[in-house]
């Protein structure tokens, strides 16, 4: 096969899986279409469920099954697509990075649409630099913390990166955007755009929704994607070359591989154009020894070298001969190393984790007990984007900085559905187990407990009558009652009123009580994570969840 | 596309002002004298009641309407009907927290067959929309029947002038105004601050904003409510009742089953009978009595033209 061909083949695979992946992304949510078929939630009592697979792309990623696996001993569900990926690089190299991967696509076309970079400035920028070692570093790291109870490899890992970028971000990002245009175009006194609005919502909610979300350090995680793809105009495939844990993995593991490249260096007339298009820095020029582990498989320099010196043959010899190994270098290994036995120890002494959890720390329902969430959660934000309610948000210092960027309920943005079950249903590595609205309800599994700050509630503080905490308190029996009181109210008068309890043996911590309360910012009956049914230790009354069952 | 579709902006708009002005100009004329004083002679309240082991629930409503003197009476052909069922919690049908989905299913099919050029359905629930219709019922009905399902988006509420004694200006939920025909459909339930949600109070699912200050002073709003929107007719869902736990219920021990319509152009009377049912006075629910002071209507069972209809 020729080498323009196997470029044709890898761009159309690119386009291919990045369409894809928005797709998914797209799809992560409850749908706003009326049409679709509601019929058997109605008979049967079925659970809502997404029926697109839209963790697809983590079942894909080797790294996440890998740490899951060393870490929370799990083997998931997916695990056998993350197999076929380390097997198709023991024979293939890196055909993940340059075929597969969306964020490499994004990063290539970032690097490659109206590069920056022109002639030998692109070549030197192409040249392999001592900085790839850093992946290493951050992959040795990341799999010893997750050996040792801490897995943070989804803070780096391509797929939750990505999906954490776009879904938190970039999307509500233009998704506010848009909603601004037609607004504005809305008020217009021009016809033709008040026609446009209309029409250009239609096309638009389907994508972005009705409504904005808001996300907890979402500006951050903004900023941090759009600088990564900046980059790659100062540096191609910076992300690729420099960062990816998961590139890291796969080029340990084209160690193997017997699709190497042929470098013919009688043919060679040193015009570089090779390392011109080199994705992944892996010195393709004949002279120099080619790089596996760095090579992304994206067969630039075998198409664009115009004297046919290179080309990517398979070696069928046995045994097979290894390929030179991954470059580290004996301080990205030894560093790696130390950092991650140093982390997962570094981590708990903000003592978030053992000595006094916060109190916001909300975890959505199914969540393992803290220390097991801990050793699955990959950050990646599926959770928080499916969740009808925006409830789920990333935790800044809530979690401990062992926890930063996993789930974590806000109820002032949202609530927790009473029936819904769609973030354990979504949840790549099953941090959040597996649930049925049954379970959720029966059992009952609580997130947390409610109380009321007497001193803000209207009827306690003699202000006004109210009972929305009440009216909206989905467990039956209510979890909030009422008793009718006659309080001390303004200008010495007594108000009749009824006042709001909590009995926290019913109470589930759904914290639709604290979101609809007419306090709004700092509402007068809130939810703290106390009384979960997660943690044997977190709980008020004596009995403890075992009152509720195990 | 057609489901889900708002009217255009434009024509909100136009409908809007149009609404507006209205209702400046009504505001002119002295509180006290509703558009239909003096016309409460020609109220009537139908209460239609299932006897019969398989009843069926279109027959029963059909049967309502005819005794009203019909359904052209009150839809005529090419109109746009829209119906606010009450579909607030995402709650099974059996619950009784929602309305009945099979009389809402009946009454769509009866607009059609009376020539209602377009039905919709519309309410801006409590509990996430997507999961209200998929869980009430209503979004299966919707499909079943092709009678538009609106989502409460935020951009279909547009701030109007309810000229209220508590409530003034107060986001809209528009296609609950701009339709030819208005049909409320409520569900009869316990409420734990108004003691009852039956018809007037379902209109706190026809505003938007911050809906949790309206029980500061409940009755009132009710009745602001109640005076901005005035349904052609309202049919009350006492098929089933939720008797306790309300309004969100959640027991089917809280349920008792009514098998009973009420169908008025009166929406205090129909409210009053609908607490008979639960053994109340109406005379002592804060919202029918202030209702009757508004001149709403009648709470009095013999002020009006009163039919019962058993299958």
Known sequence: MKGHHLIWIRRISQAFFLGLFLFLLVETRLAHDVYQDYSMAVSTGEEIVLEKPVGFFFELDPLVWLSSLISGHQWNAGALWAVLVLVLTLFLGRVFCGFICPLGTMHHLAGALRPALKGSERIKANKKAPSQKVKYFILIAAVVSALLGLNWVGLFDPMAFLFRGMALAILPGIGDALREVFHAMAQSDVKIFNLLSYGAEVLVAPVFGYEGKAYQTAWFMGILFLVVLFLNRIRPRFWCRTLCPLGALLGVCSRFSILRLEKDADKCTECKGCQKTCQGAASPMPGNSWESAECLMCFNCFGNCPEDALSFRLALRWPPAANPGPDMGRRAVLGGLLAGVSLPFLARLDGRIHKATDPRLIRPPGSLPEEDFLTLCQRCGLCMKVCPTNVINPTLGEAGMAGFWTPRLIMTQGYCEYTCTLCSHVCPTGAIARITAREKTQKPIKIGSAYVDRGRCLPWSGNAPCIVCEEHCPTSPKAIYLKKAGVPAPQGKTLQVQLPYVDLRRCVGCGICENKCPVRGKPAIRTIAAGESRSLKNQILLGGPSAFGS | ?311
Request: charged share 25%.
């Open chain 2, 1 to 311: 596309m057609g489901n889900d579709q708002p009217i255009s902006r434009r024509e909100a708009l136009r409908r809007m002002a149009r609404i507006s002005s209205g209702v400046a100009f009504a505001g002119l004329a002295p509180v006290t004298l509703p558009s239909w004083a003096g016309q409460e002679s020609e109220k009537f309240l139908i209460k239609g009641v299932g006897r019969e082991e398989n009843y069926s629930l279109k027959t029963l409503i059909q049967k309502v309407f005819d005794s009203a003197g019909g359904l052209q009476r009150f839809i005529s052909k090419g109109d746009v009907v829209v119906i606010k069922p009450n579909i607030s919690w995402a709650r099974a049908p059996e619950l009784a927290a929602t309305t009945n989905p099979e009389v809402l299913r009946a009454l769509i099919e009866l607009c059609q067959e009376g020539g209602a050029k377009k039905v919709r359905i519309a309410d801006h629930t409590i509990h996430d929309a997507r999961r209200c219709f998929a869980i009430t019922g209503v979004g299966s009905v919707a499909k079943k029947t092709g009678a538009d399902l609106v989502f409460p988006r935020s951009s279909l509420m547009k701030d109007m002038k309810l000229r209220g004694s508590r409530l003034d200006i107060w986001p809209v939920f528009v296609p609950l105004v701009e339709a030819d025909k208005v049909i409320n459909l409520p569900v009869a339930k316990h409420h734990s601050l108004s003691s009852l949600t039956l018809g007037m109070k379902n209109w706190i699912g026809g505003v938007g904003g911050s809906r949790w200050s309206l029980h500061q002073d409940i009755h009132q709003s009710i009745v602001d409510l109640a005076r901005f929107f005035r349904p052609t007719i309202t049919l009350i869902d006492a098929t089933r009742i939720l008797v306790r736990n309300g309004p969100s219920g959640g027991s089917p021990s809280d349920v008792e089953t009514k098998n009973t319509l009420i169908l008025t152009d009166d929406p205090v009377a129909g409210d009053a009978e609908a607490a008979r049912l639960f053994n109340l006075d109406p005379k002592k629910i804060g919202f029918i009595r202030l209702a009757e002071k508004w001149n709403l209507g009648t709470a009095d069972p013999l002020a009006l033209e009163r039919k019962q209809v058993v299958l």
